[in-house]
């Protein structure tokens, strides 16, 4: 499928504040690898640099050292990391950059995309289109043509059922699914998340759909800026007509052989044929906040995906502070002016693969959430970023800071 079309420029205005000087230099640009929707069991011995260098290493990358805890020894995920999601250091990776098929998780950037154009008590009606193209076995809330629905409720099935039709409601009323396609694609590269090529909405299996754990990442700690995806995502039950959903997230709602994590407060599972389990997930425990992202664990054992990520949620409130960090969560590019840009038109596996160093624990709260500029050509050089500069785009704020602050993260939470 070629690449989707560029959407239209947003203006943007930049004010610059108080001055903290830092210096981020971009490593030489790589080849992206030619992704696959079937994963290999070897990742590419050359991935993005993005967010430094040892994190486009094949391999667990970590800084073990007196006082840090080991990892966890039975690990079988094909791609994990573990973030800080405040200040953005990531404190453990293993390839981070491996472009692998994301499942469901990709609806977080559908969500961080999508959901500030509606107001919640908006109400539509479904139409028989809107439901065209929703894939065989897709995962579903039961939304019924002719039925009208409030944005909140198509939320809740977004978010608590993973439901597939949810989102293809929500796409048409964003201009149908290749307008949205178009502008989750260029919102997930102004999040600078490079790994990922967006071919459905859903996350449903499609040829050349790909992502990362580090792009994952990326797209929950934007969302988790905005307090209604912060709400659903961190909603156990509600109610969806008649019915009662429940939450497919088992860190946050439970299972047989799942308990509930302790101070677990979101965000996004998945699971196809193609892509196996992948998983986001956002925890708090002492003033410490931490994304976890694993996808694809070889072990077959129930509920595995949230086995490895408590796990990783363990090692990570335990090295928190003591573990010095393999690279950072880099800001969106409009708080990075003159960072790398992917090659202008280039379809996976033939474009430039962009690559830019530590952003110095720089982060970024958006407001609200904005279509990004459409790609450009070109490979930034060193940059010298100044803390502190405020930049509006397309009406969203970002606040640039030493932190990127998640107010009032929700913790599990039922509705009526």
């Not at 430094?52 to 073990?64: E, K």
């Not at 939304?143 to 796409?171: C, M, P, Q």
């Not at 709602?253 to 996004?268: H, L, M, N, W």
């Not at 090692?315 to 960072?339: I, Y």
Request: charge should be positive; glycine fraction near 12%; hydrophobic fraction near 40%.
């Amino acid at each position: 499928m070629p690449a989707p079309k560029k959407s239209g420029r947003r203006s943007l205005l930049v004010t610059s504040a108080t001055l903290l000087s830092l210096s981020v230099t971009a490593p030489a640009a790589l080849a992206a690898p030619t992704p696959s929707t079937s994963p290999t069991a070897t990742p590419p011995a050359q991935m993005s640099t993005l967010g430094g260098a040892r994190l486009g290493q094949p391999g667990t990358q970590v800084n073990l050292a007196p006082g840090v805890p080991v990892l966890p020894k039975d690990l079988t995920a094909r791609s994990w990391i573990v973030s800080d999601a405040e200040s953005g250091e990531v404190l453990a990776a293993h390839n981070a950059h491996w472009r692998l098929p994301p499942a469901s998780t990709l609806k977080m950037l559908f969500a961080d995309t999508v959901l500030p154009r509606f107001p919640k008590s908006t109400r539509y009606k479904v139409a028989p289109k809107d439901l065209e193209g929703v894939g065989a076995g897709s995962s579903v809330v039961g939304i019924k043509e002719g039925r009208t629905y409030s944005v909140h409720d198509l939320w809740l099935g977004v978010f608590l059922r993973s439901g597939n039709d949810a989102v293809h409601v929500l796409a048409s009323m964003n201009g149908g699914v290749q307008q949205t396609v178009e502008d989750m694609q260029d919102h997930a590269e102004e999040l600078q998340a490079l790994d990922t090529y967006v071919v459905s909405p859903d996350g449903y299996d499609a040829p050349q759909q790909v992502s990362s754990a580090y792009d994952l990442t990326l797209f929950a700690r934007s969302g988790l800026q905005k307090k209604d995806f912060r709400d659903y995502c961190s909603t156990v039950s509600a109610k969806f007509g008649s019915a009662e959903i429940r939450n497919t997230n088992r860190l946050l709602s439970g299972d047989s052989d799942v308990p509930v994590y302790q101070g677990i407060a979101g965000v996004k599972n998945g699971n196809t044929s193609h892509a196996g389990a992948t998983f986001t997930g956002v925890a708090e425990r002492g003033g410490k906040v931490l994304l976890v992202t694993v996808m694809n664990p070889d072990k077959s054992e129930h509920n595995e995906v949230y086995k490895e990520t408590a796990k990783l949620f363990d090692w990570g409130f335990r090295a928190a502070g003591k573990v010095n960090p393999v690279g950072e969560l880099v800001p969106p590019r409009s708080a990075s002016p003159g960072s790398a840009r992917p090659d202008a038109g280039a379809s996976p596996g033939q474009g430039a693969q962009p690559s830019s160093g530590a952003a110095g624990g720089v982060g970024a709260k958006p407001a609200a959430s904005a279509a990004a500029p459409s790609r450009s050509g070109g490979v930034g050089t060193a940059l010298a970023i100044a803390g502190g500069l405020l930049v509006l785009l397309g009406g969203g704020v970002f606040l640039v800071n030493r932190r990127w602050p998640l107010p009032d993260l929700m913790r599990r939470r039922a509705r009526p």
